[in-house]
């Protein structure tokens, strides 16, 4: 079993759709919580940082967290074309980041 | 632009030659990464650097693989006797360790190396 696992995809919903993306983790250490988004052919960006269980929201974007089911989740409201790209959530037990341990992405299509 | 920069972008190399990426990161952070992806999978930590020292390598970097920051700011990563595995995407990030309640890493554009 790989430490973080993430639906692949490819995941298509039509503008304006609600994206529920998720992450499944096996290490309790796991403190920090990140999601990036990745355009073809581009570095990781990051969107969204959360620490420890909970919710967190910024502007159309809602990420949660929760350590009792190591289960994390990024919501997308009002979903659009330019959100197509490749989510990969992010984590690490330390503030430094060193031990990241990234999801293998979730690749989404938005319609117009 | 003063995001983190990377140079090559592409490199095709024929498999037993010697390849070397640069990673210019952002002026005042003080760590540098190196991470390898491959297609579909999330980018694997390699090694990084705090200032001019390495401080940890992923068991991922072989002997063939060598990375130095000789002066604190710009990185080199070298690859000896390339191999077909090695074909990848090579992403560089920095961030400021400091001072913060969280230090995010910025990613540079990578470099896509194909072993030919």
């Known amino acids: 079993q790989k430490e973080v696992e993430q639906d692949p995809g490819p995941l298509s919903v039509p503008e304006g759709a609600i994206v529920s993306l998720n992450c499944t983790y096996s290490?309790?250490?796991?403190?920090?919580f990140m999601w990036y988004r990745q355009y073809s052919r581009k570095g990781p960006e990051l969107l969204m940082y959360t620490y420890s269980s909970g919710n967190k929201e910024d502007g159309r974007f809602t990420a949660q967290v929760d350590k009792s089911s190591k289960y994390i989740s990024l919501f997308i409201r009002d979903s659009q074309p330019s959100d197509s790209a490749t989510y990969l959530c992010?984590?690490?037990?330390?503030?430094?980041?060193?031990?990241?341990?990234f999801g293998p992405g979730t690749r989404l299509s938005v319609l117009p | 632009d003063t995001g983190v920069s990377q140079d090559p972008r592409h490199k095709i190399t024929k498999r037993g030659q010697n390849v070397t990426f640069r990673c210019d990161p952002i002026?005042?952070?003080?760590?540098l990464y190196w991470y390898r992806q491959t297609l579909g999978q999330g980018p694997e930590f390699l090694t990084y650097f705090q200032n001019e020292a390495q401080l940890e390598k992923s068991r991922l970097l072989s002997d063939r693989f060598s990375a130095e920051r000789p002066k604190g700011s710009f990185s080199t990563l070298e690859i000896q006797r390339t191999e077909q595995g090695d074909s990848a995407m090579y992403l560089c990030a920095s961030s400021l360790v400091g001072g913060l309640a969280y230090n995010e890493q910025f990613f540079g554009p990578g470099t896509r190396l194909t072993v030919l």
């Open positions: 002026s005042e952070h003080n760590r």
């Open positions: 992010a984590m690490s037990a330390r503030n430094y980041g060193q031990n990241f341990v």
């Open positions: 290490n309790s250490a796991f403190q920090y």
